[in-house]
């Protein structure tokens, strides 16, 4: 198939790129930006792990056509780090083991900053069913919870540096 | 020592930030310039000869460079020397749908699918089996010439006087359980990246680096060493971050092998990673087990005497077969004490993906079925089921009838803290109807006493460099996969050498650099590498303690080495104080920190105008050392000891463990009597890991452990049709999402192992086998029926609570899900290939066979 050139924002930088129509946008993020960060693990949109954010909104990437994403912000898991540090999210999933073989957290990492930005003070049904979008084979979700709620209280006090050393 | 300073306490992991920010590279996350993609052609049949195979016209594809077929790499290997079956591709036969035929090495991953569809293989389709009681019975057309009637191995194994305990029990039950396959599906899809160079003095094809997703990356050395007849030192593998492993990377994949084929046949850079369809196809997985069990005991529930008949579907070839069916029988013993136990285990060969080993390997569906006769006997005597177990505990430190030595045990105090916690003795017997508790235990090895490969070689090595700059380097085989052993080697590390665990850098798992560790597997790494890099570090110690004891004028026993300092005992300074009343010493000319003065040595001039000191900074004691020695370096290394290795009888090298972890576990579960459903609301899991090093990675891996136990309880399954997989997806295999996982707590028992790194046990499988029978039993303590069958399916349940009332069974989908794939590669997964489905020869017990699905 022949290649078009599209013009893309991904974590607030613009691409200009030659790529095939029927290119999907992780294949498009993973081979031509080098940004491999967001994963492929399942090929149909059953686990989550390609999360990325269009314009704020979790989106399945390996389901997606990079084309058709032209004029819209994409953020990946690596336009997630604050200034070069841990967001407390990034910060509380290692702390708790809300991260074992870490394969799917950059696609819960979109996930939660999504959830945690339309609902800043979540109830625990509402962080598991913004979590069941996502599949994690290590961790049985336990310690995600544990992690993302000490995300929020991070958040709430105000300092990220609260955080550490917390656990 | 009772208080530690690093060991003990909750820390992220050390590759925590690459995993949270996607800066972690997993294999699938190289690239090389010249990079080639791998696709694999798999065989649409079950059982079948390979003709012909064709590929002048995939070869005239543009953008193809490279096809390989068996003849290209027929050495055949396996992961056990007894079982060296297979071979990267197949060789003039293909013995289960997805067996590997062809690698098209091409310039992208479109133009090799479309090379796989212009590959002509004729085929000529024998009879397969798909049923392992069947299989056994084959006296034709065998999977392997070599096992007759498909048996790949039988132990018969007879400890004490079976006969004699069943004469003297009081009560006898008996019962058949089985447990349907399930697979690992870490979220990684396999993958390997394989590249030669060119040798500078041959000018030839040389050397070969593979970067592969992989538990055990010395074996893989090994493998490809067989297979592409070269010599080890011309291998080199690199372990990168792996997604999940559970004991589907603990073996050789065929693409970690088919990878380096094509690679060597393209003269460039081959990546294969697998689809997740492929990854369902690779499988290794937990095999379906049918159980027959038959329990003596006394009136107040002491066990006499155990006979057990183990039955494994094993798929097409060995994989870790052999030793799945030994463990089955040997970790009959170890959890409590059975005084007699007769043991018949066939692994059987089935034209299905091989099966291999899985997290809690060989001993889960065995112990689901132990535990619920457990429960049924119970019930049958008016027993308490906690009671029952309490009775039948070991007391260690002991040898069980069938050689295995246990010296800590915390299962008294796990079964403790379960029956408390979950107010059981209030709740059991007295709650609303349909709803119940269960309880359970398991145990698993610390690692196997005995190598695969039978050597006196150390099962674990270390090596410790540390220079001038004060960093502590850390050279480990252990491979990470996600259940944090590099984290635990440099904890260990920082620990013994009182260092800020900041200094040190663990390299892992680089054949290389890394000495030679047989890898991630039997839940090995905590108690072996563990003690390998306590052995490492007390020996880089040992030069430290000498240097500075010359510096303090006082002999090396009197140096303490802590908090990041050196100092002499009976210092002034609290030890145990993170902050030094002397405050300028940890930023004084000597420390390190200025102006590279340690690179230059003068430090030690300084120094030794100023007298002999009570305390220095770690730099300095390093730089005293190293100056002093003329290096610093330590090795550690590790073999389980002669006493631990087991009994002498045929097989008895599988099962004995250094030490071995236990886990009670108590389930609460309600029943929708009307659809058949199971809510579990949560489960209690004590779990005796020695001594948690990190407690919140332990709970990690118990919670984990638990989850995926859950997972096996009541919804995963591998639901095959003719040697066709129904369900090869994330979805339709139903791995739990976050709505259906209930609350699990941990809770971590610390028995302190007299052999263990600082005490420590295995974590992360030991637990897994106690959630099924602790389900199964609750559902019984909820709505009265007993499941003998897992996954306790909705089906599965309305039939035996119908079966109760005698109704008649109602067939619905018999877990088969109607939208589920007609042929191979129909679902899921990239859709490139156009196969015709599986084919049925004539004989094929499959296609006579009333149950399995007719013709097609």
């Known amino acids: 198939m022949k290649k078009e050139l599209i013009a893309l924002r991904v974590n607030h930088r613009a691409y200009e790129l030659a790529v095939e129509p029927n290119k999907l946008l992780l294949d498009v993020l993973r081979q031509d930006l080098g940004l491999t960060g967001s994963k492929q693990a399942c090929d149909d949109s059953s686990c989550g792990a390609c999360t990325v954010q269009v314009d704020g909104i979790p989106m399945l990437s390996c389901t997606m056509l990079a084309a058709s994403c032209e004029g819209q912000e994409i953020t990946t898991v690596e336009g997630v780090a604050d200034h070069g540090a841990l967001t407390a999210l990034q910060k509380a999933y290692g702390d708790f083991g809300g991260s074992q073989c870490g394969f799917c957290t950059p696609g819960f990492m979109m996930t939660v900053r999504w959830l945690l930005a339309n609902n800043p003070d979540p109830s625990e049904d509402e962080i598991r069913d913004a979590l069941s979008s996502n599949l994690c084979r290590c961790t049985g979700y336990t310690q995600m919870y544990q992690a993302v709620r000490a995300a929020i209280e991070a958040e709430q006090k105000g300092s990220k540096r609260e955080l550490v050393g917390a656990k | 020592m009772s208080d530690f300073s690093v060991i003990g306490k909750s820390i992220a992991m050390v590759d925590a930030a690459g995993k949270t920010t996607g800066a972690g590279k997993y294999t699938d996350d190289f690239s090389m310039p010249g990079m080639l993609v791998g696709k694999i052609l798999h065989s649409p049949y079950p059982h079948a000869l390979i003709k012909r195979i064709d590929l002048s016209k995939a070869k005239a594809l543009e953008g193809v460079v490279a096809i390989v077929t068996g003849a290209d790499a027929p050495n055949q290997y396996g992961i056990l020397p007894v079982g060296h079956d297979e071979t990267a591709l197949a060789v003039e036969k293909v013995r289960y749908i997805g067996d590997n035929v062809a690698?098209?090495?091409?310039?992208?991953?479109?133009?090799?699918?479309?090379?796989?569809?212009?590959?002509?293989?004729?085929?000529?389709?024998?009879?397969?089996?798909?049923?392992?009681?069947?299989?056994?019975?084959?006296?034709?057309?065998?999977?392997?010439?070599?096992?007759?009637?498909?048996?790949?191995?039988?132990?018969?194994?007879?400890?004490?006087?079976?006969?004699?305990?069943?004469?003297?029990?009081?009560?006898?039950?008996?019962?058949?359980?089985?447990?349907?396959?399930?697979?690992?599906?870490?979220?990684?899809?396999?993958?390997?990246?394989?590249?030669?160079?060119?040798?500078?003095?041959?000018?030839?094809?040389?050397?070969?680096?593979?970067?592969?997703?992989?538990?055990?990356?010395?074996?893989?050395?090994?493998?490809?060493?067989?297979?592409?007849?070269?010599?080890?030192?011309?291998?080199?593998?690199?372990?990168?971050?792996?997604?999940?492993?559970?004991?589907?990377?603990?073996?050789?994949?065929?693409?970690?092998?088919?990878?380096?084929?094509?690679?060597?046949?393209?003269?460039?850079?081959?990546?294969?990673?697998?689809?997740?369809?492929?990854?369902?196809?690779?499988?290794?997985?937990?095999?379906?087990?049918?159980?027959?069990?038959?329990?003596?005991?006394?009136?107040?529930?002491?066990v006499t005497s155990v006979a057990c008949k183990v039955v494994q579907d094993g798929g097409a070839y060995c994989s870790y077969g052999v030793v799945t069916i030994l463990y089955s029988g040997a970790l009959l013993g170890a959890l409590y004490d059975i005084p007699n136990i007769r043991y018949d285990g066939y692994r059987v060969l089935t034209n299905k993906p091989a099966c291999g080993a899985m997290r809690g390997h060989g001993t889960v569906n065995v112990r689901f079925a132990f535990e619920s006769q457990m429960d049924e006997i119970c019930a049958n005597l008016n027993l308490d089921p906690a009671e029952m177990r309490r009775v039948n505990l070991l007391k260690p430190p002991t040898v069980t009838v069938n050689g295995l030595r246990v010296l800590s045990y915390g299962l008294p105090e796990c079964i403790e803290q379960v029956v408390r916690r979950s107010g059981w003795n209030d709740r059991k017997g007295r709650m609303p109807k349909g709803r119940g508790l269960g309880v359970a235990c398991s145990h698993y090895v610390s690692g196997a006493a005995n190598s695969i490969i039978r050597s006196d070689m150390p099962h674990s090595t270390v090596n410790i460099k540390i220079d001038r700059d004060g960093g502590v380097v850390v050279y480990t085989g252990a491979s990470e996969i996600g259940q944090g052993s590099d984290t635990m080697v440099a904890q260990i590390v920082a620990e013994v050498l009182g260092c800020d665990i900041s200094r040190v850098k663990v390299i892992a798992a680089d054949t290389d650099l890394t000495p030679i560790d047989l890898g991630s597997y039997s839940s090995r790494v905590t108690f072996m590498s563990g003690n390998a890099a306590l052995q490492a570090a007390e020996d880089v110690k040992k030069n430290i303690l000498s240097a500075a004891a010359k510096r303090m004028n006082c002999a090396p026993e009197d140096v303490i080495m802590r908090n990041d300092r050196v100092l002499r005992r009976g210092t002034t300074m609290s030890e145990g104080s993170s902050t030094w009343s002397d405050s300028s010493s940890g930023k004084d000319a000597a420390s390190g920190h200025v102006d590279g003065q340690i690179l230059r040595g003068s430090v030690l001039q300084t120094r030794?105008?100023?007298?002999?000191?009570?305390?220095?900074?770690?730099?300095?004691?390093?730089?005293?050392?190293?100056?002093?020695?003329?290096?610093?370096?330590?090795?550690?290394?590790?073999?389980?000891?002669?006493?631990?290795?087991?009994?002498?009888?045929?097989?008895?090298?599988?099962?004995?463990?250094?030490?071995?972890?236990?886990?009670?576990?108590?389930?609460?579960?309600?029943?929708?009597?009307?659809?058949?459903?199971?809510?579990?609301?949560?489960?209690?899991?004590?779990?005796?890991?020695?001594?948690?090093?990190?407690?919140?990675?332990?709970?990690?891996?118990?919670?984990?452990?638990?989850?995926?136990?859950?997972?096996?309880?009541?919804?995963?399954?591998?639901?095959?049709?003719?040697?066709?997989?129904?369900?090869?997806?994330?979805?339709?295999?139903?791995?739990?999402?976050?709505?259906?996982?209930?609350?699990?707590?941990?809770?971590?028992?610390?028995?302190?192992?007299?052999?263990?790194?600082?005490?420590?046990?295995?974590?992360?499988?030991?637990?897994?086998?106690?959630?099924?029978?602790?389900?199964?039993?609750?559902?019984?303590?909820?709505?009265?029926?007993?499941?003998?069958?897992?996954?306790?399916?909705?089906?599965?349940?309305?039939?035996?609570?119908?079966?109760?009332?005698?109704?008649?069974?109602?067939?619905?989908?018999?877990?088969?899900?109607?939208?589920?794939?007609?042929?191979?590669?129909?679902?899921?997964?990239?859709?490139?290939?156009?196969?015709?489905?599986?084919?049925?020869?004539?004989?094929?017990?499959?296609?006579?066979?009333?149950?399995?699905?007719?013709?097609?």
């Open chain 2, 103 to 302: 690698c098209v090495a091409a310039v992208s991953e479109e133009i090799a699918e479309r090379a796989l569809e212009l590959i002509e293989v004729e085929y000529e389709p024998l009879p397969a089996y798909f049923d392992p009681e069947e299989s056994m019975k084959a006296e034709t057309d065998l999977i392997h010439e070599n096992r007759p009637h498909n048996i790949e191995k039988d132990y018969h194994h007879v400890f004490g006087d079976p006969e004699q305990g069943f004469a003297e029990a009081d009560y006898v039950h008996e019962a058949r359980y089985i447990a349907n396959e399930v697979t690992h599906a870490a979220m990684e899809p396999h993958s390997t990246l394989a590249s030669f160079e060119i040798d500078p003095h041959t000018g030839k094809q040389g050397r070969l680096t593979v970067w592969s997703s992989t538990q055990v990356p010395y074996y893989l050395q090994h493998k490809l060493s067989l297979v592409l007849e070269l010599p080890m030192s011309q291998i080199r593998v690199i372990k990168p971050l792996v997604g999940g492993g559970f004991g589907g990377k603990s073996e050789i994949n065929p693409l970690e092998i088919i990878a380096a084929v094509a690679a060597r046949a393209a003269n460039a850079p081959v990546k294969v990673t697998y689809t997740r369809e492929e990854v369902f196809w690779a499988h290794r997985g937990r095999p379906r087990t049918i159980i027959d069990l038959k329990t003596g005991v006394k009136n107040d529930g002491r």
């Open chain 2, 608 to 856: 030794k105008e100023e007298g002999p000191r009570d305390h220095m900074s770690f730099e300095e004691a390093v730089v005293s050392a190293i100056d002093f020695h003329g290096g610093l370096t330590g090795t550690g290394s590790y073999a389980p000891p002669a006493a631990a290795r087991g009994g002498k009888q045929k097989g008895g090298g599988v099962g004995p463990s250094p030490a071995y972890s236990y886990s009670a576990q108590v389930a609460d579960v309600s029943v929708d009597e009307e659809t058949g459903e199971v809510t579990v609301h949560k489960i209690w899991a004590a779990h005796d890991c020695g001594r948690a090093l990190n407690p919140v990675a332990v709970e990690g891996q118990v919670i984990g452990s638990v989850w995926m136990g859950l997972g096996q309880a009541l919804q995963e399954e591998m639901v095959w049709k003719d040697g066709l997989l129904m369900n090869p997806g994330m979805l339709e295999y139903r791995s739990p999402s976050s709505t259906e996982s209930p609350d699990i707590e941990c809770i971590i028992v610390e028995s302190i192992d007299p052999e263990g790194p600082f005490g420590a046990k295995e974590a992360g499988e030991g637990s897994l086998a106690a959630t099924i029978p602790a389900i199964s039993n609750a559902i019984y303590d909820a709505v009265g029926v007993r499941l003998r069958e897992s996954p306790f399916t909705p089906e599965r349940i309305l039939a035996a609570l119908r079966a109760k009332k005698g109704m008649k069974r109602i067939e619905m989908t018999e877990s088969v899900d109607p939208t589920a794939p007609q042929k191979l590669r129909e679902h899921g997964g990239s859709l490139w290939f156009r196969g015709k489905g599986p084919m049925r020869h004539p004989l094929d017990p499959a296609r006579q066979g009333a149950k399995a699905g007719g013709e097609r």
